[in-house]
């Protein structure tokens, strides 16, 4: 026996004795002590005030062993549970032996008492049997006296939280076996959890606590008090003027051999009635706090959520609140409108089959609270409806275990609280609305004078991807150009270099579904999957969940595609989506505008027979090359004969001809060359920072090929003129073609169809 049990023995023993020395008689010498259930003495008192007897031989000190004799008491006591008396070897002295037992049998202590023989006018045997009801009067009285102190302890408590531990670890210290618990009731005397306390010890923090199992036992059904379990489990639960407030629970581990008895269920009985009173008036004290800081909440929570025009500071008041009220409680937001929100939110299901409380809650408009099946297990499933002025935007849900129990007071509480937040969010969203709405007029004006300002069609196609990343805040953007008579797109400007100049065929997804209906297109896979797109291998192996494609019309004809994309998923909205195809209206319109421009520019450089630019336009590229450049080089091309294919093949033909030459010129030249009709058959190509060595290769290979490639075939005759500002200085235009065209001039008298270096 642990020497904690011992000592509540002890105090037992001490209220025993009082009854007991009260019924001894008057001036009779005696010792009366006690012994633990292994005979050992733990503690000892005289019987006679004053006494002076007590015989050497009798050694009753604290520890020591008296069931070493198995003639004495103590020994057939414990040997036997019955009452046993001995007499002394010499007759002096005369011992008997009370067990006190448990409610299974086992004895947990021995009462002992010793006296001269000589002064016993009665049987020793008889009296002790007559101490049964003086031992339990001074149980009694030991009960009353504990119960007493636990309720003054209690009553220094201004909480039920701190007045319930005080409870059960006061109890558990005086009924020493196993735990005491304690869980709060519903108002139909059912358990409420997980508001439990217990003096359990979380020895291995994997393995559950005892009450959790004996909760998940008696849940769902009113309790009364009752011994369970063979005496393992003691319940009690606690009323007021008839109103159910919490259950005792005595219960002990799988390992622990104890059982509870008569006197300890006696004991918990006694303590729990005394101490309803002191909890009612805890619980009621929490309630009025509760109630004090639930309205101080709602209206902090009102004063917040109405003032704010964030919906996302909305929606996170609304669940820090419920977090903050009913911290055991799952809590999901579900929406029926699409927010920017950063907060989890899920989408509430209208599926015919689904009659889940959420569901139920919004079609019905008030609050729901049921029970489902989820993972096996019953859970209760409270939703409220986010009501607005103009609808029901959402449902607010939590979700407890099955044995939480929300007073009518507290649902309405909960109703009320979603209500409010159903019209701030409204508020919010409204004003959020009117936010965007003039963020995209500000954007659209921004866009439309930037567009205006500029007939430059890379500037134009820059500013647009630039706008698209700042825009929308996207991780990609790019254009696309139809390519004239052909089913392919080319990427003509892009937020990524690497994919400038990439081909795009017109089946690919989701091109082909903007062709197929000429409309912007948002694209959002189911689950988390990556959109399959030929364009996104190129950019930097990066995979897109989300993207935005509108069409490039140009004068009713698809002319091209913008897209945009984000590996995020659902990263763009509805309002996105619209946006977008704003953008590209005015995209558009600006590359339209900027194509025709250059188009009209092309034209007034370009010689509309040969393609080549305008004379011109050469003396122009001409003079910029001599203000920069330290040197180049200028040829003059004469067709020979060419009156003679004109009177020969007609004009017809001899525009042909001009037009093939003009065609060999400009394969066998450079993109920065500049290939010219200088005037009727007369060609003219500037080759800028070329010296005269190479632009004498360049030119005899024009004038090879020309005699190859043209049919009817005909020659050309070259003068070369070159300059170098290091070695002639500066030179004027008319200087260099005046050289030029006397080379070309001495070549054509030196046979044609040959080049001459000025």
Known sequence: MSSKMLGKLETVFSYMAHFMLLSWPEKRPGILFLTDSAGKVVTIMEMQVGQSWNPNRLDFQTGR???????????????????????????????????LKEHDGRIRAVIGMAAPQKEIAFDLASYIRGLDSLIR???DAYIQHATTEIIMKLNRHDNTKDLLNSLIHQIADIIQK??????????????ILPEYHTTEKAEDPERPYE??????????EPLTPSVEDDYRTVILPITCEGKPLYVLFL??????????????????????????YALLRTIVADDLRRDASKKDLLYQLMTKIQASIDVNDVLQEIINSIRFLYPHASVDLFLTVETNATIPVKPLSFHDDDASTSTRAYLEGNLVMDYEERDGATVAVLAAPLLGKQGIYGVLQLITDRTVFLSPHETEYISILAETAGKAFENAQLYQQSRN???ELRLINEMARQLNRSLNLQEILDFVIDMLLETFS????????????????RVISSSLPECQGRMIRAEDSPVAEIL???????????????ISFSLFPCVSQMSFSSLMGVPLVVEGELGGVLIVGDSRHHFFSFDDYKLLEIFGQHASLAMTNAMLHNEVERMVITDNLTGLYTRRYLNERVQASLEKDSFGSLILIDIDYFKKVNDTYGHQVGDEVLIQVANSIKRHIRETDIPARWGGEELAVYLPRVDKATAHGIAERIRSYVEKETSPSVTISCGLAKWNRELTGDISVESLFYHADIALYEAKNKGRNQVILA
């Open 178 to 191: 196993g735990y005491c618990s304690a869980i709060k009731l519903s108002e139909q005397g059912m358990l």
């Open 137 to 139: 009067m001074g149980y």
């Open 516 to 530: 197929s209906s000429k409309q912007a297109l948002l694209l959002v896979p189911p689950g988390s999957e990556p």
């Open 251 to 276: 219960h002990l581990s799988a390992e622990d051999a104890h059982r509870y008895d008569e006197r300890d269920v006696a004991f918990l009985q006694e303590v729990g009635e005394k101490a309803s």
């Open 437 to 439: 709405l003039i963020r």
């Open 474 to 489: 996207t991780e990609y953007c790019a254009i696309l150009q139809k390519q004239p008579g052909q089913e392919t797109f």
């Open 65 to 99: 062993q008296l069931c070493t004799d198995t003639h004495s008491s103590v020994f057939q006591a414990l040997r036997t549970g019955e009452i046993a008396v001995h007499t002394s070897q010499d007759g002096d002295v005369v011992f008997g032996a009370f067990p």
């Open 211 to 220: 009450i959790t199992r004996l909760a998940a036992r008696f849940a769902g």
